[in-house]
């Protein structure tokens, strides 16, 4: 516990190393030079040099997100700290386990408005799972510790440590090693035995079940991913997945029936809407997910696995809640289940199955193809069917792309796929792929982007050259923002106000000015051959893919409307008579 | 064209103990919970209450629906230095007191009158001068209320409220 003297700093790194810490992504500045100071000539902990501290998050996020192991970011006092609050804020939403480090003034300036003075934790108290301000050097040690344990326990989350400038360099004596026991967090990870039993009770008298699935099972790791296929096999019940929880369990599976909610599949959102029982396993009915409330599957017994309390009958009552980590619980029920199911005849969903299948013939994600023009899901598909066989991640932005990409990308394993979810950040993709670039330096990384988006963070193309990292960005041009312009059509009377991206840049001559390499395809006929040159190429490519301007994403769940009142893709030839058009209200949030 | 949604449960009101660590924050932490969140807050007390120091414990007055009450006992406990929770209002018969301080400026004939009323409600009289008299009264937020009611008509000034302490009945602790 004592023995030679560090300085803050140098107590901050070596806890870090202790951790298993290997890569940060920071920004130098004032209030944290002794760090830098003492990054400095050492090689247990790489140092990614970010352009923007958002993206220092981000990129912190895809690393996590891709490994399962927690992201940690370096940013100074004041404007350091600002600016990576939209990063620690999706980190939140998104229940992703980062490690944020930000210098603060020296201690007895604080209160002071001092040059990059701001009340970090103050500001961050909203967006972290827990922060902390340090006030002694001899605590210092412990409390990165024990941030690292509350960023990666029970649902995991950012966590902010605030140092003054002062405690870096103070010394102290004090180190902590290894795992270190809470005060007061300690979740529960295994779920009530009773509970469980309850559950399988339920799942074996239901006549439609389905598994509703969502980022939880990805954060619970692999093994969760394994007894989710385990179960939902054995089982023979369909599965839908959140947009968070694609990829774990594997999309070429006959019993997947594609993402729900908003923009999900019609067969998956009618069997939500008609189940009888829903088993949601680490999801937590968000807003877009469920459509209106009062008509959310309305006549289903649902039982909800989460590690949060908080989540459970927060916006859906559910009749059998079990608190505890997705890994354990599945365990226990695959247990109890195959014990139950001995002592009763084998389950049948014969008519269930039927049913869904009808839905499924509606071929909802079926779009009008084009000689002319590139429409984007026909990029998507070929995006896909060209990566299929590789060591592929993928990470997006936000709007239409990143819808397009849930329904047309097909996920087979679990931490392959980034997006900002919950916060729904644009300018995430792009430093989210660099963080997954850094963990996975052979693999095939694309970020799919939007022309709009993508100038969210676009600065981190200087990071990702000069750390040669050969991330791809697939950029589905349509000169607007996307998702903003589709609801203008549908609901504000066709008026763009403000949502056309003019004055773009030439994507190409940027890619070239950093030292890329850019690739423009506006054919339908040239797309393959772009796919290919992109992933042939060694180093960093901006492929311009210019698409169809005014495709909307289809099929879609208006804001305030139920599941089975979806909009269809409008299917010129095949006549509108199956368009359902929604007379309900919607709400632009 | 936009669609809003109503909650039909009653309101209710309930008493929460939060044991705490009595941590920099971590008063920031649960009221921003309350805010943050658009909970209501009635009466809020806070004190370390072991004797080294180490624990606090916060009594919370809060008015929701149960489904509301509900998510407000989740989400306090899943912050981090939050210990435990408990809806005392739930777990059946407890004790709530609060402790007023009242000053009022009497004219002749009302210096009566406040007198009886303060004998009236077991208040003391912890500061007197020549025309004004400092009360210092404790009880349910009901006794407070009606005591600060009833001085209004003898020459009230101002009141200070402490807000609810509250224990279950019996000897089971928290």
């Known amino acids: ?589 | 064209m936009y669609h809003t949604h109503k909650e039909i449960e009653l309101a209710e009101r309930h008493t929460l103990s939060i044991i705490v660590d009595n941590e920099a924050g971590v008063l920031a932490r649960v009221i921003g919970l309350f805010s943050g969140r658009g909970y209501n807050i009635e009466h809020l007390t806070v004190a370390p209450v072991d004797l080294s120091g180490k624990e606090s414990r916060i009594t919370v007055v809060t008015v929701g629906t149960p489904h509301v009450i509900e998510q407000i006992k989740a989400q306090l406990d899943r912050l981090v230095p939050v210990h435990r929770v408990a809806d005392l209002t739930e777990s059946g018969p407890h004790v709530e007191r609060e402790l007023a301080l009242i000053k009022v400026h009497c004219n002749n004939g009302e210096q009566q009158a406040a007198l009886r009323i303060a004998e009236a409600f077991r208040a003391k009289t912890v500061d007197s001068s020549f025309d004004s008299y400092i009360f210092e009264v404790t009880g349910k937020t009901e006794k407070i209320r009606a005591f600060i009611k009833l001085m209004e008509d003898a020459g009230l000034v101002e009141a200070v409220r402490t807000g609810v302490a509250a224990l279950t009945r019996g000897s089971e602790g928290l």
């Open chain 1, 1 to 589: 516990m004592s023995g030679k003297e560090f300085s803050g700093a140098e107590i901050i790194i070596n806890s870090l190393v202790d951790l298993g810490v290997e890569v940060i992504f920071g920004y130098p500045g004032g209030a944290v030079l002794p760090l830098y100071d003492a990054l400095y000539g050492q090689d247990k902990i790489r140092h990614i040099l970010v352009r923007h501290e958002q993206a220092a998050v981000h990129a912190a996020e895809g690393y996590a997100r891709s490994t399962g192991k927690p992201g940690v970011v370096l940013v100074t006092s004041g404007p350091g700290a600002t600016n990576a609050v939209t990063g620690l804020t999706d980190a939140m939403l998104d229940s992703i386990p980062v490690i944020c480090l930000t210098g603060q003034v020296p201690s007895h300036l604080i209160g002071s408005d001092a040059f990059q003075e701001a009340d970090t934790v103050g500001i961050t108290r909203h967006c972290t799972k827990h922060n902390y301000l340090v006030r002694d050097v001899d605590q210092l040690s412990r409390i990165v510790h024990e941030a690292y344990y509350v960023a990666t326990s029970g649902r995991p989350g950012p966590v902010v440590i605030d140092i003054p400038k002062d405690i870096q360099i103070f010394t102290s004596s004090i180190s902590h090693s290894g795992a270190i026991k809470h005060r007061s967090y300690q979740p529960e990870v295994k779920g009530d035995i009773d509970s469980i039993r309850q559950a399988v009770s339920l799942m074996v008298g239901a006549k439609k079940p389905i598994f509703y699935t969502g980022g939880g099972v990805i954060n619970s790791g692999p093994a969760a991913a394994q007894l989710l296929r385990e179960i939902v096999q054995l089982t023979g019940a369909p599965i839908t997945s959140t947009l968070m929880g694609l990829g774990a369990y594997p999309a070429s599976d006959r019993q997947f029936l594609g993402m729900l909610g908003m923009h999900g599949t019609y067969e998956a959102n009618h069997a939500m809407h008609d189940c009888d029982v829903m088993i949601c396993v680490g999801a937590r009915f968000d807003d877009r997910v469920t459509g209106r409330l009062e008509a959310f599957s309305p006549n289903s017994r649902k039982i909800h696995i989460d590690i949060d309390r908080s989540s459970i009958n927060k916006t859906v009552r559910v009749d059998v809640p079990i608190v505890g980590d997705v890994a354990h619980v599945l365990e226990d029920m695959l247990k109890i289940w195959k014990a139950t199911i001995l002592e009763n005849a084998s389950q049948s969903y014969d008519d269930w199955w039927a049913q869904i299948e009808g839905w499924r013939e509606r071929d909802c994600l079926k779009y009008r193809t084009s000689d002319d023009v590139i429409m984007p899901q026909y990029a998507l598909e070929r995006l896909q069917e060209l990566t299929k066989d590789k060591d592929v991640y993928f990470t997006t932005e936000v709007g239409q792309h990143q819808m397009w990409a849930a329904q047309f990308l097909k996920f087979e394993d679990p931490n392959r796929w980034m997006t900002s979810g919950g916060l729904g950040t644009m300018g995430y993709g792009f430093p989210a792929a660099i963080g997954v670039q850094i963990a996975h330096p052979d693999a095939l990384v694309i970020d799919v982007a939007g022309e709009a988006s993508i100038q969210m963070n676009i600065q981190e193309l200087g990071t990702a050259i000069q750390y040669g990292l050969p991330v791809k960005i697939f950029i589905l041009n349509n000169e607007y923002m996307g998702m903003v312009r589709q609801w203008q059509e549908l609901n504000h009377g066709g008026r763009y106000s403000q949502s056309y991206s003019d004055s773009l840049p030439d994507f190409i001559a940027l890619a070239k000015s950093y030292g890329g390499h850019g690739i423009l395809v506006d054919k339908p006929a040239d797309v393959d051959a772009a796919i290919k040159e992109m992933i042939e190429t060694k180093g960093l490519v901006i492929v311009d893919c210019r698409v169809e301007k005014l495709a909307n994403c289809f099929p879609m769940v208006p804001s305030g409307a139920a599941h089975n009142e979806m909009i269809l893709p409008d299917d010129d030839e095949a006549g509108n008579e199956n368009k359902q058009e929604f007379k309900g209200g919607a709400a632009l949030v």
